[in-house]
């Protein structure tokens, strides 16, 4: 089986935006890879780090997109990098425990090849339907589903992700066969849900909020644990009558080896970094919810997922050759 995007595109690699004021500093020069496209969310929020970092901690930060494989080759870049602090990973949570587990021979071990930093933000998927077939919540959307099995279809942005296993769980949750249709990234598949090609989807909050709030589709549920700060009057799944909940996240590692007093220092400037007025204006406007956290912190929040997803993955029998 093919692999699928966790939210990846095309290479590209390019310098953070950083004030001249940056750029004079003396210090070392730090890589954060970036194992992404460049140019939305993901991206923006490592251009924000790059161009404030330092000032906190005497360092030059550029980014560096380096795409491919689910994610993989950056994430390897990282792993098999020098622990001198000159390389830095910012990647979703769902990449770093997901990838190991759908993997026939994983990669690499989350927890023994690297250095948790912090959890940087989070994000929030939605379910959201076609303006075709004239639902106005997720009640009336599993009536329509339920009236129109042959029909029962939804898309997901790629495959082995967290869209991909919510729809799962909504198949065994609500007992019904469905079909998965997986896109190349999202965007293919909201141009599909307001073309009336397939019924509902499945995908973050960010990518279906525009044309929610222009009637160009519905969001009918969010699936996160309560309710969406952009959208208070949605219900979540478990307001619908479907106990199941998912997010998303982005994170920050070091390779294994790194040191544990930067890793915490390092930890310390990004919260501050984060906690500014002008950054967390521009985040919250990309959809990405500022949290800031201790590697402790994350570490507790790696592990948590990867107990909740596993058997979920497991169940699924979804696997893809390295």
């Known amino acids: 089986m093919k692999r699928r995007d966790f939210l990846a595109g095309s290479a590209a690699c390019s310098l953070a935006a950083m004030?001249?004021?940056a750029f004079a500093q003396a210090g070392p020069l730090t890589k954060i890879i970036f194992p992404f496209a460049a140019g939305g969310s993901g991206d923006l929020l490592c251009r924000q780090l790059a161009q404030y970092l330092p000032a906190l901690l005497d360092r030059n930060?550029?980014?560096?997109?380096?795409?491919?494989g689910d994610g993989l080759i950056g994430i390897r870049a990282?792993?098999?990098a020098n622990p001198d602090g000159a390389t830095i990973l910012m990647t979703t949570g769902p990449t770093m425990y997901l990838l190991p587990m759908v993997e026939n021979q994983p990669s690499f071990d989350s927890a023994k090849d690297f250095v948790p930093v912090s959890q940087l933000t989070r994000f929030e998927f939605a379910v959201v339907a076609s303006p075709a077939i004239e639902v106005k919540d997720f009640k009336e959307l599993v009536a329509w589903l339920k009236a129109n099995p042959g029909r029962a279809t939804y898309g997901t942005p790629g495959s082995g992700n967290i869209p991909?296993?919510?729809?799962?769980?909504?198949?065994?949750?609500?007992?019904?066969s469905m079909t998965k249709v997986p896109y190349r990234g999202s965007?293919?598949?909201?141009?599909?849900?307001?073309?009336g090609h397939l019924p509902f989807g499945i995908t973050t909050v960010s990518d279906t909020i525009t044309q929610h709030r222009a009637g160009g589709l519905r969001i009918v549920a969010v699936a996160s644990e309560t309710r969406s700060s952009?959208?208070?009057?949605i219900p979540t799944l478990k307001e619908s009558g479907v106990n199941l909940e998912a997010d998303g996240w982005y994170g920050m590692w070091l390779p294994a080896g790194?040191?544990?007093?930067f890793a915490k220092k390092l930890s310390t400037a990004v919260a501050e970094v984060l906690a500014k007025p002008e950054v967390r204006e521009k985040l919250l406007?990309?959809?990405?919810?500022?949290?800031?956290?201790?590697p402790e912190q994350l570490t507790q929040r790696l592990a948590a997922d990867h107990a909740f997803w596993q058997p979920i993955v497991k169940a699924t029998g979804y696997k893809i050759t390295n």
């Open 19 to 21: 004030t001249g004021k």
């Open 61 to 68: 930060f550029i980014v560096e997109n380096r795409t491919g």
């Open 78 to 80: 990282v792993k098999g």
């Open 164 to 176: 991909h296993f919510t729809g799962w769980q909504l198949e065994q949750a609500l007992g019904l």
């Open 187 to 195: 965007a293919l598949m909201v141009n599909d849900l307001i073309a």
């Open 230 to 233: 952009f959208l208070p009057d």
């Open 258 to 261: 790194s040191s544990p007093d």
């Open 285 to 294: 406007a990309v959809m990405l919810i500022p949290v800031g956290s201790t």
